[in-house]
């Protein structure tokens, strides 16, 4: 096992009505001024904005506000952004949402007090020191965003989809956690979350560190309950405690608690977010075709985690052929993929024609030649593990 630091400070407040905090937690944080994200509507149509804004009235705390933030979300909301809570003066960047919108909070909240060009942090020509504080309201599990330290942003010219970690600076001050808040989730969005945190755990699951048991123990068991849990939140989405245990699974497989004692990998978020940079597509429904086609590589040339995953999460019983039961196992996950209505081919996320010479080459000028640690990739590999997702 490697030695680690875990630091997950967020305070979460988890179950119903949890968005009746936000005024509180802004002001035990000290804060008096607030611009609060939001996305297309949804937080519109539920009720939930209009309650956070209520909670803020009751607190004492000022806001603007700034909505219509997409999904895969781009630097030039962060600049608009930056530029409000600028001449807002504001002390506090408070989400309402899911990923997209969180890391467009996070990314404002980092711009703000720096003076030169936000995106020098993303193309690490910066290192973030300084941040305003940041809460969220989740209204999605799915991107984990509410316990992480990190902030994906597109950059428009170029696209450039590009994921920051700052290890302390970016992790929210709380997350306001309310399982009610999903029951509005379309099914897609939803099985794309569970997808999502099922990848989150994988990408610290497929290591070389000895020595890891409790670390695998935990990200085996939790990605049972995933794949446990999704298929019944879908045939009963208004279920309060399946959504909950869903919600809760979302945090948990990216707070990093996943990751401890490991060397982690992130190759397959690596080729997901070229795909969605490219394509725009659900980044979980991009997982869901990457994922399978990564661990069918693997299955040849480091088998043998795919087949301890086969074992423990799908069922598969061990015959002594590795690569054999990995890829027995993947056959399960694809199953599992297409029971929660995910797709596993490009054509079906909508991409009948990709260009994977495209999406090599910006997947190794961003990340370098080899990418990942589990299995350090070339582009002839990159080109192989795109084209098992046709
Ligand atoms: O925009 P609205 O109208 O709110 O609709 C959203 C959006 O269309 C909808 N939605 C959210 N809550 C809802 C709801 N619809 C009905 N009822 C609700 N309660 O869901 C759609 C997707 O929202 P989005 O925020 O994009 O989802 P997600 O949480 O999956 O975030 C994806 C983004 O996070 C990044 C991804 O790359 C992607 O850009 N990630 C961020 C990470 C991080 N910061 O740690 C890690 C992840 O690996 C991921 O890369
Ligand atoms: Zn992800």
Redesign the pocket.
Known sequence: MNDFLFYSPTEFHFGRGAENAAGECCRALGARRAVIC?????????G?LGRVEASLREAGVDYREMG??????TDDRVYEGIELARSFGADLMLAV???????TA?AIAGGVPYDGDFWDFWEGKAVMQRALNVGVVL???????E????????RRDGLK?I?L?TPKVLRPKFALMNPE??????AY?TA??AT?MI??IL?RYFNNTPATLVTDALSEALIREIVDVTPRVLDAPDNYDLRACLMWS?TLA?NGICGTGVTEDWTS?FL??EI?AVYGV???AG?AVVSPAYQTFMATHHPARIARLAHNVWGVTPTGDDKADALSGIERMKAFLRRIGMPVTFAGLGIEHPDIPLLTRSLHAHKGNPVGNFFPLTPEDTTQIYTLML
């Open positions: 939001y996305g297309g509507g949804s937080a519109v149509r539920s939930v219509g933030i997409k999904p895969n979300p949402g899911g990923g997209s919108v969180i890391d996070k209204t999605i599990p799915a991107a984990g965003s316990a992480s330290g990190n902030s994906v942003i597109t989809k994921s970690k808040l999903t029951f509005t989730l379309p969005q794309a979350g999502d990848a989150h990408e979302g990216h978020h997901e977010h969605s659900t980044h979980g997982l």
